[in-house]
């Protein structure tokens, strides 16, 4: 674990990491204004939801809005769930955008999964998706459940069980190696990011963006 002190008000920046795994020598790109609090991570309780959840429907925007490709999936969980997933290619030509050739920084397939924060949904994510896809990375964004266009009740415990499921979908669809695959979390969203690199040891690092250590 990797923590650097901010200069603003108690904000720490914060990357988790396996060991040996070539995909820790870019994790520089995506640790830029990044917070984390261990205790927010795990305290999810149902008591909570209403009070620290505040869903937004719809979309905002989409990526074609800012001349990206991508694909728009709809997962069914086993409770009867959907949840809206967007698959957002690395630009095509880079080495990172599917099964064929070696960077020498991490190999193909090297793909950013977003979990969004307690006051946002995928449509609200562009700074972060188009910031990844310049960079090469394919991105993986999910809604929660009762946020932008997936059904069913905002839930901060379901969250982290859906994460799982959201991971192993793209990996299976897109082909995304989990060893390749980065969990970031945005405010709230970084208890589902160290949720699942704690849950699958196959899962290459976390990184948690913007949440304060007063949290």
């Not at 609090?37 to 800012?66: K, M």
């Not at 946002?120 to 009762?146: K, T």
């Amino acid at each position: 674990i990797r923590v650097r002190p901010q200069a603003a008000g108690g904000v720490t920046s914060a990357a988790m990491v396996r060991p040996g795994n070539p995909i820790t020598r870019l994790l520089p790109l995506l640790t830029l204004a990044l917070g984390v609090t261990a205790s927010g991570c795990t305290n999810f309780t149902r008591q909570a939801d209403g009070r620290v959840l505040a869903p937004r429907t719809g979309h905002s925007f989409t990526p074609s809005d800012f001349g990206l490709a991508f694909e728009a999936q709809q997962l069914k969980v086993a409770d009867g769930v959907s949840l809206e997933v967007w698959w957002i290619p690395a630009p095509a030509g880079t080495q990172h955008q599917g099964d064929g050739g070696e960077d020498g920084a991490g190999g193909p397939g090297r793909t950013v999964l977003l979990c969004c924060p307690a006051d946002a949904n995928i449509g609200d994510l562009s700074p972060w998706y188009r910031f990844l896809h310049e960079g090469g990375w394919n991105v993986v964004a999910w809604d929660p459940r009762g946020f932008g266009k997936s059904s069913g009740v905002p839930s901060m415990t379901a969250t982290v069980r859906d994460v799982r499921r959201v991971a192993r979908f793209a990996s299976e669809t897109w082909r995304c190696p989990m060893d390749r695959l980065v969990t970031y979390g945005i405010g709230l969203g970084s208890g589902s990011a160290t949720a699942l690199l704690a849950g699958d040891r196959r899962v290459a690092a976390a990184v948690c963006d913007g949440v304060t250590s007063a949290a």
